[in-house]
T-cell receptor, first 114, second 114 residues
């Protein structure tokens, strides 16, 4: 079956530091890959996505590249802010008729200190 | 364009009771997926509804059931509640088929089973 493995947290950084959160996956076929962010007490917000190999998703300074050869989709940001403190989830979703049946990692909690 | 909404926001039940959670999909979306997110974990796929029928189920027992209505809104029903059912229940909507497989999440219903 499909699975997603995220680097274990929590991650604590100082403001303006560089962020990397590792994500690797196992899947049949060619899934789409996603990063979601969850703030305390809220649902999931889509942060970025990539639908095929070598695609780069980006949003709000965050980036992730779909690496088929290493089955990875690592999240990066060059300079984090206090407002980026949240839980980040990597996920995959089959394409086509199985779209929306997503598999998630366990999440990585990011705390950014001023 | 309205987003995904869920009701109620919070719910407290006792073991053995039954509960119904509701979800309204984003306008233009015909498919609803339900997820269970236990504390400190990533969301787990429960099932998906498409064209008012169940279209795939994760590793959840039959006491988890659902419905989808002609307006694409959906219900999640859980019978014979157990303590381990305490979690955040998320629904997400998407359009199938579509050139994009992005699903959008609601804010969730927090269920506590005592």
């Amino acid at each position: 079956g499909n699975s997603v493995t995220q680097m274990e947290g929590p991650v604590t950084l100082s403001e303006e530091a560089f962020l990397t959160i590792n994500c690797t996956y196992t899947a049949t076929g060619y899934p789409s890959l996603f990063w979601y962010v969850q703030y305390p007490g809220e649902g999931l917000q889509l942060l970025l996505k990539a639908t095929k190999a070598d695609d780069k998703g980006s949003n709000k300074g965050f980036e992730a590249t779909y690496r088929k050869e290493t089955t990875s989709f690592h999240l990066e940001k060059g300079s984090v802010q206090v407002s980026d403190s949240a839980v980040y989830f990597c996920a995959l979703s089959p394409f086509g008729t199985n779209a929306g049946k997503s598999t998630f990692g366990d999440g990585t909690t990011l705390t950014v200190k001023p | 364009e309205t987003g995904v909404t869920q009701s109620p926001t919070h719910l407290i039940k006792t073991r053995g009771q039954q509960v119904t959670l509701r979800c309204s999909s984003q306008s233009g979306h015909n498919t609803v997926s339900w997820y269970q997110q236990a504390l400190g974990q990533g969301p787990q796929f429960i099932f998906q509804y498409y064209r008012e029928e169940e279209n795939g189920r994760g590793n959840f027992p039959p006491r988890f059931s659902g419905l989808q209505f002609p307006n694409y809104s959906s219900e999640l029903n859980v019978n014979a509640l157990e303590l381990d059912d305490s979690a955040l229940y998320l629904c997400a909507s998407t359009q199938v088929p579509s050139v994009t497989d992005t699903q959008y999440f609601g804010p969730g219903t927090r269920l506590t089973v005592l």
